[in-house]
T-cell receptor, first 116, second 114 residues
Framework: AQTVTQSQPEMSVQEAETVTLSCTYD???????LFWYKQPPSRQMILVIRQEAYKQQNATENRFSVNFQKAAKSFSLKISDSQLGDAAMYFC?????????????FGKGTKLTVNP | DAGVTQSPTHLIKTRGQQVTLRCSPISGHKSVSWYQQVLGQGPQFIFQ???????GRGNFPDRFSARQFPNYSSELNVNALLLGDSALYLC?????????????FGEGSWLTVV
Protein backbone atom coordinates (compact mmCIF):
# COMPACT_ATOMS: atom_id res chain seq x y z
CA ALA A 1 0.00 0.00 0.00
CA GLN A 2 1.10 3.52 -0.69
CA THR A 3 2.11 5.69 2.24
CA VAL A 4 3.04 9.35 2.54
CA THR A 5 5.13 10.70 5.39
CA GLN A 6 5.54 14.32 6.41
CA SER A 7 8.07 14.40 9.19
CA GLN A 8 7.65 18.07 10.16
CA PRO A 9 4.42 18.67 12.08
CA GLU A 10 5.19 22.40 12.26
CA MET A 11 7.50 24.83 10.51
CA SER A 12 7.96 28.57 10.73
CA VAL A 13 9.55 31.10 8.42
CA GLN A 14 10.15 34.82 8.39
CA GLU A 15 8.30 36.84 5.81
CA ALA A 16 10.32 37.10 2.56
CA GLU A 17 12.51 34.14 3.51
CA THR A 18 12.56 30.65 2.02
CA VAL A 19 11.27 27.47 3.63
CA THR A 20 11.31 23.82 2.57
CA LEU A 21 8.69 21.28 3.60
CA SER A 22 9.64 17.61 3.46
CA CYS A 23 7.69 14.64 2.15
CA THR A 24 8.58 11.02 1.50
CA TYR A 25 6.39 8.34 0.03
CA ASP A 26 6.38 4.65 -0.60
CA UNK A 27 4.94 2.94 -3.66
CA UNK A 28 5.53 0.05 -6.01
CA UNK A 29 3.93 1.83 -8.96
CA UNK A 30 6.15 3.26 -11.68
CA UNK A 31 3.83 5.93 -13.04
CA UNK A 32 2.17 8.26 -10.59
CA UNK A 33 1.56 11.86 -9.66
CA LEU A 34 2.47 13.80 -6.56
CA PHE A 35 0.77 16.91 -5.25
CA TRP A 36 1.12 19.57 -2.63
CA TYR A 37 -2.13 20.99 -1.31
CA LYS A 38 -2.56 24.01 0.94
CA GLN A 39 -5.34 24.08 3.52
CA PRO A 40 -5.91 27.49 5.13
CA PRO A 41 -8.19 27.96 8.16
CA SER A 42 -11.16 28.02 5.76
CA ARG A 43 -10.36 24.29 5.32
CA GLN A 44 -10.64 24.20 1.53
CA MET A 45 -7.89 22.15 -0.08
CA ILE A 46 -6.11 24.30 -2.64
CA LEU A 47 -3.75 22.75 -5.17
CA VAL A 48 -0.29 24.31 -4.95
CA ILE A 49 1.77 22.24 -7.35
CA ARG A 50 1.91 18.82 -8.98
CA GLN A 51 4.68 16.60 -10.31
CA GLU A 52 4.51 13.77 -12.81
CA ALA A 53 6.78 10.92 -11.79
CA TYR A 54 7.99 10.29 -15.34
CA LYS A 55 9.28 13.85 -15.63
CA GLN A 56 12.77 14.43 -14.33
CA GLN A 57 12.35 18.20 -14.39
CA ASN A 58 11.14 19.62 -11.11
CA ALA A 59 7.80 21.44 -11.24
CA THR A 60 7.69 25.16 -10.57
CA GLU A 61 4.71 27.43 -9.99
CA ASN A 62 5.66 31.04 -9.29
CA ARG A 63 7.19 31.11 -5.77
CA PHE A 64 6.59 27.39 -5.26
CA SER A 65 8.91 24.68 -6.52
CA VAL A 66 9.57 21.06 -5.73
CA ASN A 67 12.64 18.90 -5.37
CA PHE A 68 11.57 15.52 -6.70
CA GLN A 69 14.00 12.67 -6.07
CA LYS A 70 12.34 9.58 -7.56
CA ALA A 71 14.94 7.05 -6.45
CA ALA A 72 14.81 8.34 -2.90
CA LYS A 73 11.01 8.70 -3.07
CA SER A 74 11.28 12.22 -1.81
CA PHE A 75 9.13 15.19 -2.81
CA SER A 76 9.88 18.42 -0.95
CA LEU A 77 8.19 21.79 -1.43
CA LYS A 78 10.18 25.01 -1.45
CA ILE A 79 8.39 28.30 -0.86
CA SER A 80 10.44 31.35 -1.80
CA ASP A 81 9.79 34.93 -0.70
CA SER A 82 7.27 33.70 1.90
CA GLN A 83 4.19 35.80 2.38
CA LEU A 84 1.78 36.07 5.30
CA GLY A 85 -0.89 34.49 3.12
CA ASP A 86 1.21 31.34 2.81
CA ALA A 87 0.42 30.44 6.41
CA ALA A 88 -1.62 27.23 6.32
CA MET A 89 -1.49 23.47 6.65
CA TYR A 90 0.38 21.89 3.76
CA PHE A 91 -0.37 18.35 2.70
CA CYS A 92 1.71 16.17 0.46
CA UNK A 93 -0.37 13.68 -1.53
CA UNK A 94 0.24 10.73 -3.80
CA UNK A 95 -2.27 9.89 -6.47
CA UNK A 96 -2.89 6.18 -6.91
CA UNK A 97 -4.73 4.49 -9.74
CA UNK A 98 -4.28 1.04 -8.24
CA UNK A 99 -7.24 -1.28 -8.50
CA UNK A 100 -8.97 0.89 -11.06
CA UNK A 101 -9.87 3.67 -8.64
CA UNK A 102 -8.38 7.12 -8.44
CA UNK A 103 -7.55 8.21 -4.93
CA UNK A 104 -5.20 10.53 -3.12
CA UNK A 105 -3.13 9.28 -0.20
CA PHE A 106 -2.24 12.16 2.11
CA GLY A 107 0.42 12.75 4.68
CA LYS A 108 -0.48 14.12 8.09
CA GLY A 109 0.41 17.65 7.10
CA THR A 110 2.82 20.39 8.09
CA LYS A 111 1.56 23.55 9.74
CA LEU A 112 3.41 26.54 8.31
CA THR A 113 3.58 29.78 10.28
CA VAL A 114 4.85 32.93 8.58
CA ASN A 115 6.23 35.54 10.94
CA PRO A 116 6.13 39.24 9.97
CA ASP B 1 -16.88 28.31 -13.81
CA ALA B 2 -18.06 27.25 -10.37
CA GLY B 3 -15.78 25.02 -8.38
CA VAL B 4 -16.79 21.95 -6.43
CA THR B 5 -19.77 22.85 -4.26
CA GLN B 6 -20.87 21.04 -1.15
CA SER B 7 -23.86 21.28 1.16
CA PRO B 8 -24.54 21.72 3.94
CA THR B 9 -21.44 23.51 5.19
CA HIS B 10 -22.07 22.72 8.84
CA LEU B 11 -24.42 20.36 10.61
CA ILE B 12 -24.91 18.79 13.99
CA LYS B 13 -26.40 15.33 14.44
CA THR B 14 -27.10 13.04 17.35
CA ARG B 15 -25.58 9.60 17.76
CA GLY B 16 -27.57 6.99 15.90
CA GLN B 17 -28.99 9.41 13.37
CA GLN B 18 -28.37 9.38 9.65
CA VAL B 19 -26.84 12.14 7.52
CA THR B 20 -26.72 12.94 3.82
CA LEU B 21 -24.05 15.21 2.35
CA ARG B 22 -24.24 16.57 -1.17
CA CYS B 23 -21.67 17.50 -3.77
CA SER B 24 -21.74 19.06 -7.22
CA PRO B 25 -18.54 18.61 -9.26
CA ILE B 26 -16.92 21.12 -11.53
CA SER B 27 -18.76 21.32 -14.83
CA GLY B 28 -17.44 18.67 -17.19
CA HIS B 29 -15.99 16.53 -14.42
CA LYS B 30 -17.27 12.97 -14.31
CA SER B 31 -15.41 11.64 -11.30
CA VAL B 32 -16.38 12.42 -7.72
CA SER B 33 -14.55 11.27 -4.63
CA TRP B 34 -15.26 11.63 -0.93
CA TYR B 35 -12.72 12.06 1.85
CA GLN B 36 -13.00 12.23 5.63
CA GLN B 37 -10.67 14.55 7.50
CA VAL B 38 -10.53 14.18 11.24
CA LEU B 39 -9.04 17.11 13.16
CA GLY B 40 -5.26 17.06 13.03
CA GLN B 41 -5.02 14.45 10.28
CA GLY B 42 -4.82 14.36 6.53
CA PRO B 43 -7.92 13.41 4.53
CA GLN B 44 -8.76 9.72 4.22
CA PHE B 45 -10.30 8.30 1.04
CA ILE B 46 -13.85 6.99 1.40
CA PHE B 47 -15.26 6.49 -2.11
CA GLN B 48 -14.72 7.26 -5.76
CA UNK B 49 -17.54 7.32 -8.28
CA UNK B 50 -17.07 7.59 -12.01
CA UNK B 51 -19.84 7.52 -14.58
CA UNK B 52 -22.30 6.70 -11.79
CA UNK B 53 -20.49 3.55 -10.72
CA UNK B 54 -18.46 2.97 -7.60
CA UNK B 55 -14.83 2.61 -8.66
CA GLY B 56 -13.11 2.50 -5.31
CA ARG B 57 -13.79 2.26 -1.63
CA GLY B 58 -11.57 3.03 1.32
CA ASN B 59 -11.40 1.29 4.66
CA PHE B 60 -14.74 2.50 6.01
CA PRO B 61 -17.63 0.47 7.46
CA ASP B 62 -20.81 -0.32 5.57
CA ARG B 63 -22.56 2.51 7.42
CA PHE B 64 -20.99 4.72 4.77
CA SER B 65 -22.56 4.67 1.34
CA ALA B 66 -22.69 6.97 -1.65
CA ARG B 67 -24.12 7.35 -5.08
CA GLN B 68 -23.65 9.45 -8.18
CA PHE B 69 -26.46 10.85 -10.24
CA PRO B 70 -26.79 11.25 -14.05
CA ASN B 71 -25.67 14.89 -13.75
CA TYR B 72 -22.53 13.61 -11.94
CA SER B 73 -23.49 15.14 -8.60
CA SER B 74 -23.10 12.87 -5.62
CA GLU B 75 -24.42 12.12 -2.16
CA LEU B 76 -22.61 10.58 0.78
CA ASN B 77 -24.79 8.87 3.38
CA VAL B 78 -23.71 7.83 6.83
CA ASN B 79 -26.06 5.73 8.96
CA ALA B 80 -26.06 5.03 12.70
CA LEU B 81 -23.75 7.95 13.42
CA LEU B 82 -21.01 7.56 16.00
CA LEU B 83 -19.14 10.26 17.86
CA GLY B 84 -16.06 9.28 15.86
CA ASP B 85 -17.78 10.24 12.62
CA SER B 86 -17.34 13.90 13.58
CA ALA B 87 -15.09 15.29 10.87
CA LEU B 88 -14.79 17.48 7.81
CA TYR B 89 -16.11 15.64 4.78
CA LEU B 90 -14.48 16.74 1.57
CA CYS B 91 -15.76 16.14 -1.90
CA UNK B 92 -13.36 16.19 -4.83
CA UNK B 93 -13.88 16.06 -8.56
CA UNK B 94 -11.74 15.32 -11.58
CA UNK B 95 -12.39 15.23 -15.28
CA UNK B 96 -11.94 11.51 -15.83
CA UNK B 97 -9.61 8.75 -14.74
CA UNK B 98 -6.68 9.53 -16.98
CA UNK B 99 -3.27 9.69 -15.43
CA UNK B 100 -2.97 13.41 -16.09
CA UNK B 101 -5.87 14.39 -13.89
CA UNK B 102 -5.82 17.05 -11.24
CA UNK B 103 -8.23 16.59 -8.36
CA UNK B 104 -10.07 19.65 -7.08
CA PHE B 105 -11.73 19.93 -3.69
CA GLY B 106 -14.81 21.62 -2.34
CA GLU B 107 -14.92 23.56 0.90
CA GLY B 108 -16.22 20.60 2.84
CA SER B 109 -19.10 19.78 5.14
CA TRP B 110 -18.41 19.98 8.84
CA LEU B 111 -20.24 17.19 10.67
CA THR B 112 -20.46 17.21 14.44
CA VAL B 113 -22.01 14.20 16.15
CA VAL B 114 -23.13 14.75 19.74
Amino acid sequence: AQTVTQSQPEMSVQEAETVTLSCTYDTSESDYYLFWYKQPPSRQMILVIRQEAYKQQNATENRFSVNFQKAAKSFSLKISDSQLGDAAMYFCAYRSLQGGSEKLVFGKGTKLTVNP
Amino acid sequence: DAGVTQSPTHLIKTRGQQVTLRCSPISGHKSVSWYQQVLGQGPQFIFQYYEKEERGRGNFPDRFSARQFPNYSSELNVNALLLGDSALYLCASSRDRSSGNTIYFGEGSWLTVV
